[in-house]
Nanobody, 116 residues
Framework: QVQLVESGGDLVQPGGSLRLSCAAS????????MDWYRQAPGKQRELVAY???????SYADSVKGRFTISRDIPTNTVHLQMNSLKPEDMAVYLC??????????WGRGTQVTVSS
C-alpha cells in the first residue's frame, strides 16, 4: 500500500509560479513511475507529467517548457515546479503511481487557482 499526500496548491496570478509536492509513504523507487495529473471542472483528468523509476521524464504538450517534474529519492517526494501559469492550468492536481503489480494509488489532490 502506498499513500500519497500532495501539498503546495494555492491561488496565484497569471504568469506566477507554484511548486507542488507529493510525499509517498513508500520508496518511490519501488514503483514504476510517479505521475502528476490534473482535473478541471467539466474536463477529463489529464496526465501532466511523469518521472519513471529510471529518472526519465515526460510532459503534456500543454505544459512543456513551463513545468518541471523532479524527485527527491531520500524523502520519497516528487515535485512539480510550475512556471508561467495560465488560467487554463487551474485544476486540482493529483499525484498518482502504479505499483509493479498494477495497483493504482492516488492522492487526494491539491487545488491550483490561477486568477488575477
Amino acid at each position: 500500500q502506498v499513500q500519497l499526500v500532495e501539498s503546495g496548491g494555492d491561488l496565484v496570478q497569471p504568469g506566477g509560479s507554484l511548486r507542488l509536492s507529493c510525499a509517498a509513504s513508500a520508496s518511490i523507487l519501488s514503483v514504476s513511475a510517479m505521475d502528476w495529473y490534473r482535473q478541471a471542472p467539466g474536463k477529463q483528468r489529464e496526465l501532466v507529467a511523469y518521472v519513471t523509476n529510471g529518472g526519465s521524464t515526460s510532459y503534456a504538450d500543454s505544459v512543456k517548457g513551463r513545468f518541471t517534474i523532479s524527485r527527491d529519492i531520500p524523502t520519497n517526494t516528487v515535485h512539480l515546479q510550475m512556471n508561467s501559469l495560465k488560467p487554463e492550468d487551474m485544476a486540482v492536481y493529483l499525484c498518482h503511481t502504479t505499483s509493479w503489480s498494477g495497483v493504482n494509488y492516488w492522492g487526494r489532490g491539491t487545488q491550483v487557482t490561477v486568477s488575477s
